[in-house]
């Protein structure tokens, strides 16, 4: 099928269609190629102009946009590496949900916004991923969420592989009054990430209105910073960090009373393993049972054998008969041939014939 070609209208930007609207590829590739300067508050990040309208109706993703400025600051580095850890996050979350027993809903790039009181829009950003611990509350509806309307995410990811959120965006996040902020900056970096960039992942707690660095996470407990930069960052999911998520979900469960078995998934997996394990059982268990009495009869038979041969037997022969694993056909073998209880068990022994004196 042909493609229909997009209207720019003379004198507008190469990304702007004629009626005001933006096409993101044609903005993608403008911010790929733009050389021009970058906005201080946020570095990595190209600024374009973007009016309320355009804004409202833009679906991509922005680091911040203001409405007194006029202005949005478009990252501009959209590679994978920028993309894999968010994009990791929900696979991991799923483990610790199974585990802790009730849902935990990502959202993604969430276009988050504050209104003035007419309801227009004042502020807004995008996460590069949002965490919600009970969507049974409430789940996030519409096209946007609004601040001061809509719950906060428990946290809210985001990924600094050429950007800096601290010098900007994190005070927007604590004015806003956001719990949990998660900074990464992936292992494998990209050309144009600064030197002085290192690999690893900051968490950010709210405080009496300000960030704290947390070692470890309040929303998601025990799950520590060096635990969680590391899951972002490997395929396939390790052990140890399995054993983290499922710390982690424990945790979770313990605190709210829930656990893997009111997971579905989880427990539909253990009934199934339940009749399973049953079936095996009742099967392993009746092979057993027969197999028990066999070797019981067996043993009556021998040494009944011997008692009929007039074969003297010793206060713990029946003791050591029942310890005893031999073929049938060794041991009646041994009762009918044997001299004495010592002959008895040199022969099951598979030795010569014994004498009273090499009685075992």
């Not at 074969?311 to 029946?318: K, N, Q």
């Amino acid at each position: 099928m042909a493609e229909t070609a997009l209207s720019v209208a003379p004198g507008r930007p190469s990304y702007e269609t004629a009626d005001g609207r933006f096409d993101e590829d044609r903005l993608r590739e403008f911010v790929e190629d733009y050389d021009g300067p970058e906005d201080p508050d946020y570095p990595g990040c190209i600024p374009i102009p973007m009016t309320l309208e355009q804004f409202d109706d833009y679906e991509g993703g922005v680091e911040y946009w203001s409405r007194e400025r006029g202005t949005a600051l478009i990252c501009r580095d959209g590679s994978p590496v920028h993309e894999i850890p968010g994009g990791r996050l929900p696979g991991l979350l799923t483990r610790v949900e199974m585990e802790r027993g009730s849902p935990i809903l990502c959202c993604g790039a969430l276009k988050m916004v504050t209104v003035d009181g007419a309801g227009r829009t004042a502020e807004g950003m995008h996460p590069d991923q949002s965490v919600y611990l009970r969507p049974g509350v409430w789940i996030p509806s519409g096209r946007r969420t609004v601040i001061g309307r809509d719950p906060r995410p428990d946290v809210v990811l985001e990924i600094d592989n050429t950007t800096d959120v601290r010098r900007h965006k994190l005070g927007v996040y604590a004015r806003w009054g956001f719990p949990e902020v998660w900074v990464e900056t992936p292992d494998e970096p990209t050309p144009s990430r600064p030197r002085r960039v290192v690999p690893g992942l900051t968490i950010y707690v709210l405080d009496q209105g300000d960030y704290r660095m947390s070692a470890e996470s309040v929303a998601l407990p025990t799950w520590r910073a060096h635990e969680i930069h590391a899951a972002l960052n490997e395929a396939p999911i390790s052990p140890s960090t399995i054993e983290c998520l499922v710390r982690v979900g424990r945790t979770l469960g313990d605190r709210d009373g829930t656990g893997p078995m009111d997971d579905a998934q989880i427990a539909g997996y253990m009934r199934r393993s339940h009749d399973v394990g049953h079936r095996t059982g009742f099967a392993r268990g009746l092979e057993q049972g027969q197999e028990t009495a066999r070797r019981k009869a067996l043993r009556y038979a021998a040494t009944e054998t011997l008692r009929l041969r007039g074969i003297p037997l010793s206060e713990d022969f029946d003791r050591r008969l029942a310890e005893t694993t031999i073929s049938p056909q060794t041991l009646l073998t041994a009762a009918q041939r044997s001299t004495t209880e010592a002959d008895f068990w040199a022969r099951l022994r598979g030795g010569q014939p014994g004498t009273d004196e090499g009685r075992a």
